[in-house]
């Protein structure tokens, strides 16, 4: 594992030294690494859900909206899952 060495406003110490006190975690690193593997996590998710929201952009530009209700979309849904072998 690298070392780092890093300087915390004293609010941000005093915080983490409360996550330790309260056996939350054993020591600022195991925390501070939790912290940096939720952020990158939350940006993963982050890039995920913008793919998803541009891919769906792109649908509407290419064959306009969806002029289905959301009982006939989870029918069809349902369907195809049941056609895949999913339900």
Known sequence: MTRQSISLTEPN???????IE???FTSKSELINDLIRRERERLAER???RAKLEAA???VREHGWVTKT????MRD???K???DGLL
Do not use: F
């Open 70 to 73: 959301k009982e006939e979309l």
């Open 57 to 59: 952009e792109e649908s």
């Open 81 to 83: 899952a049941r056609e």
């Open 47 to 49: 890039a995920y859900i």
């Open 13 to 19: 110490n005093d915080w983490l030294t409360a996550q």
């Open 77 to 79: 849904i349902k369907a």
């Open 22 to 24: 309260s056996q939350e």
